[in-house]
């Protein structure tokens, strides 16, 4: 071989290995090359796990593999993420990925496309416990004027704790407690007014928390000691337009209101995908008359919202699109969910029925 052919293998090979080797190296290392911006990135990537798994995942309209799986080596930008699975409703996010950072979705719920819906016979055990209350309205009533000597008259904003024995109410914005006796009520003991001045409350861990009438600010009573403390230096009057239910990890509390839920972190939450502040609110639109809401328990992060004409399922991540699904299609439905064992149970023109979600 003469020297020149030797001299141009050489030099062939050498600007190979200066310009393939770092590349490699550099890919090793987590990079990739933004063609877009014709530089050198970290690159990132996105967990997703799904309920139920198996869902295909497509990352710009190009499949991806099934979840739960990450993701990886992704040039940092948006992209458009969305799951398919097979009689289940379509879920879609635009997600960031960040230079070096994992972006996890790891409470995506997906919800069934044709719900199967039995009805439940009126004789069963479990119509009669959908219809069984807590405590009865009326004997509750009687025996809390009898209490009184007659002067609470307005009862309203029942709760009781989570032994069922005590329970709790507003009167004229004052709070109460009644230690319920259901075998005797004339033995249940009334307190005296435990706070005034409560527009709302919720029973909250081992206290509750409430929303003061004059200073707007909502405040944190110990049952025990019946000493008030501030939960917020903030003030939240636009918190009481409705009916305050805390979700199941008393990290989340929601009020209903006329169209809208609104939704008020109790905690802050470290997350690099949806970082949230205590003291954080979001309101929901749904562009409808909102009856009743349920939290989702398995995830903590979705809503079981009954309107005068369905029952919507309803996710809180705030990332677009937001989805929200027209689970079932039916008249005023009454909504309880078992967590036991996953049923929905809704009560619809005198007809009680059930469907797994």
């Known amino acids: 071989m003469i020297r020149t052919s030797r001299r141009i293998i050489f030099y062939t090979f050498l600007v190979i290995f200066i310009i393939f080797v770092p590349a490699v190296i550099f890919y090793a290392q987590g990079y990739g090359f933004d063609w877009g911006k014709r530089i050198f990135v970290v690159n990132g990537g996105i967990y997703l796990k799904s309920s139920p798994p198996k869902a295909e995942i497509y990352i710009n309209d190009v499949l991806r593999g099934t979840t739960n799986r990450f993701v990886k080596r992704l040039i940092p930008k948006t992209y458009n993420v969305k799951l398919v699975k097979e009689e289940y409703h379509a879920w879609e996010k635009n ?43 009326d004997k509750v009533t009687e025996t809390i004027q009898k209490k009184s000597k007659y002067t609470i008259f307005k009862i309203e904003n029942i709760n009781p704790d989570k032994s069922g024995k005590k329970l709790y109410f507003l009167s004229n914005n004052n709070l109460y407690s009644l230690d ?13 007014v ?54 199941k990890d008393a990290g989340k509390l929601l009020c209903i209101k006329q169209n ?5 972190w109790l905690n802050n939450i470290n997350d690099e995908s949806i970082p949230r502040l205590k003291g954080e609110t979001e309101k929901i639109d749904l562009g409808q008359q909102v009856v009743n809401v349920l939290w989702l328990p398995q995830t903590d992060e979705h809503l079981i919202v009954s309107t ?50």
């Open 95 to 137: 997600i960031i990925v960040k230079p070096g950072l994992v972006t996890r979705t790891d409470n995506i719920f997906l919800v069934p496309f044709n719900p199967k819906i039995l009805l439940v016979a009126t004789e069963s055990e479990e119509y009669a416990n959908f219809l069984e209350k807590p405590y009865p309205l």
């Open 260 to 264: 809208s839920i609104e939704i008020l």
């Open 308 to 357: 005068d004409d369905s029952i919507l399922i309803v996710e809180l991540d705030n990332r677009p699109p937001q989805n929200i699904v027209n689970f079932i299609t039916t008249e005023n439905p009454e909504i309880k969910y078992d967590a036991n064992n996953g049923t929905l149970y809704f009560l619809s023109q005198n007809r009680l029925y059930r469907t797994e979600l």
């Open 194 to 247: 435990l706070v005034p001045n409560v527009l709302n409350y919720v029973i909250y861990k081992s206290g509750i928390i409430y929303l003061d009438y004059f200073s707007g600010k909502i405040y944190e009573l110990d049952t025990t000691s019946l000493k008030s403390t501030e939960f917020f230096d903030r003030v939240f009057l636009s918190f009481n337009q409705g009916k305050w239910i805390l979700s």
């Open 180 to 192: 319920w006796d259901k075998t005797n009520p004339d033995n249940s003991i009334l307190s005296p």
